[in-house]
């Protein structure tokens, strides 16, 4: 069983989807069209783990076998289609209880991964940063712990320091007590992570800058609307799960005002409950900020489906009273009439890809920021005091500035710790504007 491995790039894979007949989870969508649309995706998972995907098959049943999902005769079926596929390893579109996946590669002889295993295998292969690296191991040991027995597992690439209680100890119980010890420490280890996060999101609020966090269904386009808002150059990529690793940028508004804006991990249907605790880091980026923009691929059939799972899941971190704007994302692969049926509405049509609709979008955003109460001053300064007017631009708006007297004067609002900050600057309130 592959799993702490990801799947390789030379291995044919065959997808099992498993269906419930009474399953309907959008009105007039079969639960045959809901299970292929399922597979779907499950084939771009695949794909996004690197697989070579050989074929697939998909059952429909009035009730799921529980000792193996599909039953002995649908098994006898797969292993043939496996065999004259030539794949080494099948997929299936459910997360699979340690016994039913036992039960499932016993009779196929071959290696079986479930949803949530694949879906670790492209975390694995997309972590970047330290961070995102003991995310990922941490999720993956949580996922093993309950599936070591008959397995024999290979920990050695877990790393060394961990010991043994000594030459009675049975191998299963060794193992179980090294992962114990390693998720230990790596918990201990993203705590560190977690903690300098609040230290960086401390010294962001003594700034201060609001902040607005892009969140949406994996594949929206949330990493390339970020970089069209920020030039950041964040890496994006048409595969799945393409972000892991928070990323935070300031944007100008057109009032001038500015906004840190976090691109964070896509969302999916069926989430684990154990994979969304093992990126509380990464999420808490969403979870802190003030205005949450709700990415979709308005492109997408299944869009209704997508934007569900993404406000279940947003339910779920506490978001559901967050100030929220919905991105329409793709527009550009609509029709003229598919355009006109969307305009009127509360949500902004953009194109990341082509920059359409980023001013209307970066309008929307300043109009639904809390307001931050700022004050109007005026200032005077050294004309080669340019550290403190650059800080008046960043961090306020500047009405107006000119030189008198051998000094700039500065017209400008800004937040009231700025303005604590400049309080040697400024000048009396009833001085005359220019």
């Known amino acids: 069983?592959?799993?702490?491995?990801?799947?390789?790039?030379?291995?044919?894979?065959?997808?099992?989807?498993?269906?419930?007949?009474?399953?309907?989870?959008?009105?007039?969508?079969?639960?045959?069209?809901?299970?292929?649309?399922r597979i779907e995706e499950l084939r771009e998972l695949a794909l996004s783990a690197g697989a070579d995907v050989a074929g697939s098959l998909i059952q429909m049943r009035d009730e799921l076998d529980p000792a193996s999902v599909v039953g002995r005769g649908k098994l006898d079926e797969i292993r043939a289609e496996a065999l004259a596929r030539r794949a080494s390893v099948v997929i299936f579109d459910r997360n699979l209880t340690p016994a039913q996946q036992r039960n499932i590669e016993k009779a196929l002889d071959c290696s079986v991964l479930d949803r949530t295993q694949l879906i670790l295998d492209i975390f694995a292969r997309h972590a970047r940063t330290?961070?995102?690296?003991?995310?990922?191991?941490?999720?993956?040991?949580?996922?093993?712990?309950?599936?070591?027995?008959?397995?024999?597992?290979?920990?050695?690439?877990?790393?060394?320091g961990i010991g043994t209680r000594g030459p009675g100890e049975q191998k299963l119980e060794t193992d179980r007590r090294r992962i114990r010890g390693r998720i230990a420490k790596i918990r201990a280890e993203i705590e560190l992570v977690r903690r300098r996060r609040?230290?960086?999101?401390?010294?962001?609020?003594?700034?201060?800058?609001?902040?607005?966090?892009?969140?949406?269904?994996?594949?929206?386009?949330k990493s390339t609307l970020f970089n069209a808002l920020t030039r950041a150059g964040v890496v994006t990529s048409p595969r799945m799960f393409a972000t892991l690793d928070p990323t935070v940028r300031a944007v100008a508004l057109p009032s001038g005002r500015r906004v840190?804006?976090?691109?964070?991990?896509?969302?999916?249907?069926?989430?684990?409950?154990?994979?969304?605790?093992?990126?509380?880091?990464?999420?808490?980026?969403?979870?802190?900020?003030a205005l949450i923009l709700h990415v979709t691929d308005i492109s997408s059939p299944h869009h209704t489906e997508h934007d569900a799972e993404v406000v279940k899941i947003l339910d779920e971190l506490g978001l559901a009273g967050r100030p929220r704007i919905h991105v329409l994302n793709?527009?550009?692969?609509?029709?003229?009439?598919?355009?006109?049926?969307?305009?009127?509405?509360?949500?902004?049509?953009?194109?990341?890809?082509?920059?359409?609709?980023?001013?209307?979008?970066?309008?929307?955003i300043e109009v639904a920021l809390p307001s931050e109460g700022l004050v109007r001053m005026?200032?005077?300064?050294?004309?080669?005091?340019?550290?403190?007017?650059?800080r008046l631009?960043?961090?306020?708006?500047?009405?107006a500035s000119e030189v008198r007297d051998s000094h700039l004067w500065v017209d400008a609002e800004v937040p009231p710790a700025l303005a604590a900050q400049l309080k040697p600057f400024s000048l009396a309130s009833g001085r005359d504007h220019p």
């Open 393 to 399: 631009h960043s961090r306020g708006r500047v009405f």
């Open 378 to 390: 005026q200032f005077e300064l050294a004309l080669d005091d340019g550290r403190t007017l650059a």
């Open 198 to 221: 609040r230290v960086q999101r401390g010294a962001r609020r003594d700034i201060p800058l609001p902040s607005a966090a892009l969140v949406g269904y994996t594949n929206a386009g």
């Open 260 to 289: 840190l804006l976090s691109d964070t991990v896509g969302f999916i249907r069926d989430l684990p409950p154990g994979l969304i605790a093992a990126f509380r880091a990464t999420l808490e980026e969403a979870q802190e900020a």
């Open 330 to 364: 793709k527009c550009d692969r609509l029709s003229e009439d598919q355009l006109q049926s969307l305009a009127g509405g509360h949500s902004v049509c953009v194109s990341a890809l082509h920059g359409d609709g980023l001013r209307d979008l970066l309008a929307r």
């Open 130 to 160: 330290r961070e995102g690296m003991l995310q990922v191991e941490l999720a993956q040991l949580n996922y093993l712990l309950p599936r070591l027995a008959g397995r024999g597992v290979e920990l050695s690439r877990l790393g060394g």
């Open 1 to 37: 069983m592959k799993t702490l491995q990801p799947v390789g790039s030379s291995e044919h894979v065959l997808l099992v989807g498993v269906g419930l007949r009474r399953t309907a989870r959008l009105p007039g969508l079969a639960a045959s069209d809901y299970e292929r649309e």
